[in-house]
């Protein structure tokens, strides 16, 4: 087989493939022997008859169409392999020339990954920040707790900081367009929690039962709901009730009440464990993904543009879902955004990037070090998962092949993150 590449791109290849009976001789046998048991040969019995009488009485034109197919896939994939290339997407192949089943030529395009250049990440440090809980953070969960226990007394009287107002708001834009998201009814809003948006509360201080009121609030321009950020919005309130909140006393009895505990020591000493286990997970996410991203920002890799434009599909699959949780459809994100489909699209390409670049640097680094996922490991973990879910279609779905791989590739991810994080943290 004689094989040609030409480099169009450093993400991107053409191979010219040049097979003669040599090499298609052997998969026209491997295509008539699958039809053994059903091609019908006057004389003998099924899978007794040789080949070449076999060919005989096939269908011609299935054979030759099926003699294709085949001969085209087993001679890229041997060209693929015997160029040493990784592959992305499916390739554009163009056949050139057959002579039947004596002599083929085709070329194949082929999105690629190219040559990932990785630093010297064994050399790469990153210090650990400690995590510490003060007294403060446990007495915040302590008070938190205390609302959520408060005895609620309705009143007649103007609201004021540390009632309950229960209230309807809607939130509309600067054209008088409702938005999506800023609306809500019956909700419980505690005065001076700050579980609001920024002098929203403030302005439902001092509302009577049953009255209205209208006022404007700028979002955050690190809000959580991009759509939101930085935006002047109108609201329109309505108290429905209001009440005083009597806060239980801090003892042991309330202790017992909201813990597996008996007195207020030993529930302080539980809510600090699981503020400590909670936060130092945070913590050990967020010097996981630096750690991955200093070493990313190190290397040198060309990323093809079709991983680049799956990641962003899966990133706008994942938006939708969001929006829709939220009741938002995707034109009035865009609307909302101020944009259209292709300036939504082009405007996620840097971090898509990033994230496929990241990729490729990780497996790079799992392939250098020799780090694979056992059968036991990926058992394992299924194992775990299955044990997670109730629904038998849920368990079911674990065993499809695309998701044990899926699986397969998190626990291997997570393997090569652990190893960088020895090194970066000795």
Known sequence: MQITRTDTSPTNVTLKVIATAVELEPIKKHVLASHFADVKVPG????????????????????????????????????????????????????KKFVPYTEMEFEATQDVIG???LPDYKKIKLPKTKVTITAKDVDDVI??????????????RPAKDGDEVVIDFAGADEQGEPITGATGTDYPLVLGSKSFIPGFEEEVVGVEPGASKEFKVTFPKDYGVADLQSKKVTFSITAKKISELIEPKLDDEFAAKVGPVKTVAELKADIKKQLESERSWQAEQAYQ????????????????????????????????RNLAYRGQTWEEHLKAEGVDEKLHHDRMRPDATDRVKAGLVLSEISEQEGIDVTPAELEERLKTLRGQYEDTGMQEELNKPDNRQEIASRILT?????????????
Request: aromatic share 4%.
């Open 143 to 156: 008070k938190s707790l205390q609302a959520r226990m408060a005895e609620r007394t309705e009143v007649k």
């Open 115 to 117: 040559k990932v250049e």
């Open 289 to 320: 993904s630096e750690l991955v991203k200093k070493i990313s920002e190190k290397a040198k890799v060309d990323v093809p543009e079709a991983l680049v434009e799956e990641q962003i599909k899966r990133m706008e699959d994942e938006e939708r």
């Open 414 to 426: 997570e393997k090569t993150v652990q190893k960088l994080v020895d090194y970066a943290s000795k």
């Open 44 to 95: 003998f019995r099924g899978g007794k008859a040789p080949l070449h009488l076999i060919e005989k009485n096939i269908n011609q034109q299935a054979f030759l169409d099926e003699f294709m197919e085949h001969s085209l896939n087993d001679l890229y994939r041997r060209a693929v392999e015997q160029e040493g290339l990784r592959p992305v997407g499916q390739p554009d192949v163009q056949l």
